[in-house]
């Protein structure tokens, strides 16, 4: 096998190490639309990164980060309902980003690549990028544990509990962030996001307990990353649609084969 | 019942709370005493749970002071609500989270027996029946050995025999020198198991005392009794 498929590969389980768990938090939390909102907000962070020149992914993760504190802001302030402010600021900042673009007209940007990323084009700056964000993100889960999934739970045992509730909100929201921000460019805001949910959705229907969810999604996005390249590769298919299709699929089979009705 | 030589555990002075700038009680004064069994009445809206929520510091107040005794361990059964399918969580592992972090899991394994959830131990609790999963919370309030029991309208929706059994485990706490402090809708509970009762109406506490005292109390009746029953003689 071509050393870039091997890459791939290793960047695709460092991301699920990501993916996996904070995605679970989402469903656990029906935060399903923050990270869709956050998909669409990357667009703005392109052209602003274009604009400014300074590096893409730093800007993408200042965008994100912004929006992110601000839908948690937003959600603890309760004074602007929380989706109507993600639906307001996915759509604002999406469109927002087209005109930056549009307005540099030496900017070329390949939106294409935006949406679906290039992960056959993986470098080793990526992958230990990844390795690093993969390491942060899993020893903050591991830190917060506990409060997070009281949290989870209940918000108000967790903070009876002394669980700091608005700082363990700010965490996952910034987790999420970090998580779109670094992989946009890699893989694509819609592999991204399907990445996030998706394989969290297939493994409750397996799990018993939280950390079992969280280790099926781990097996659930790799598996579909490797069937995914691996169709690309036999059949000239573009990597990211491949992946998010097979995803797709293994949610059908998991509800068949289940029988529950229950997303 | 004279508090006056037992301990305070929370003191509240002065509390006013309003809910979307509409004042929900204003200047509103309670000691929650050691060893005492308090419940809080009010009719719907009247801003009882908030109240609670006030006591145990889970929302500030708009004006006013709050303060507990030093070092006070509060188990809380929060207002009912259903766990949410998505967490995949046994009633068990739900303990185990909430165990303090340098107790054994033999802590866990006695609450399951005392409280008798070895039947439902190792279900998932968003298929626990409203009793069971009552039953749970309440043990997970009591695993760090509590000083006070705050319940925010526990019975809620459970059936009669439930009820019942539920309201004999705190009182059964109780008589082993626990402090209930617990907001209800049921008067007939309130009126049977609390040794103070505080009852909210329209913005502050109308009148407060033991049972006895709250039903013969007029306020009482004009507020809670004859709002109910159009032939009262308490206008």
Known sequence: ?263 | MNHDHYPVLIQARQIGHSFSQAPLFIDVNLDVFAGEYLTLIGLNGSGKSTLLRILLKLIPPNTGKVSSKEGLHIGYVPQRWHPDYQLPMTAEALLTLSKPKNSTNTLVEQLIDTWQLNSFAKQQIHTLSGGQWQRLLLARALINSPQLLALDEPTQGLDLKSQHDFYQQIAQLHQQGMSILMVSHDLAHAMSYSQRVVALAEGSICCQGTPLEVMNSPIYQQRFICAHTPQCTHH
């Open chain 1, 1 to 263: 096998m071509p050393d870039f498929i091997w890459l791939a590969l290793a960047g695709a389980l460092l991301i699920t190490l990501m993916s996996a768990p904070v995605g679970a938090f989402m469903l656990w939390r029906r935060m399903a639309f923050v990270g869709d909102a956050l998909a669409h907000t990357t667009l703005l962070g392109l052209g602003i990164g274009l604009w400014l020149q300074i590096p893409i992914q730093l800007s993408l993760l200042l965008v994100s980060v912004i929006v992110a504190v601000s839908i948690t802001r937003i959600h603890q302030r309760n004074n602007l309902s929380t989706d109507t402010f993600i639906a307001i600021a996915a759509h604002s900042s999406l469109a927002l980003g087209m005109l930056v673009v549009t307005l540099l007209p030496e900017a070329r940007i390949d939106l294409m690549g935006y949406l679906f990323g290039d992960l056959l084009n993986l470098t080793m700056q990526d992958i230990w990028g990844l390795l690093i964000a993969s390491l942060l993100t899993l020893s903050i889960l591991y830190r917060y544990w506990q409060g997070l999934i009281l949290t989870c739970l209940n918000a108000e045992l967790a903070r009876l509990a002394g669980h700091d509730t608005q700082k363990l909100n700010l965490i996952l929201a910034l987790l999420i962030a970090l998580i779109i921000a670094l992989s946009t460019k890699l893989v694509g805001a819609l592999l991204i996001t399907a990445l996030l949910i998706t394989p969290a959705a297939i493994a409750r229907r397996w799990s018993q307990t939280p950390i079992g969810m969280i280790q099926g999604a781990i097996v659930i996005s790799w598996l579909a990353i490797a069937i995914g390249i691996s169709l690309s590769w036999h059949f000239d298919l573009p990597v990211s649609p491949a992946i998010v299709a097979v995803l797709f699929a293994g949610f059908i089979a998991s509800r068949a084969l289940t029988n529950q009705n229950k997303l």
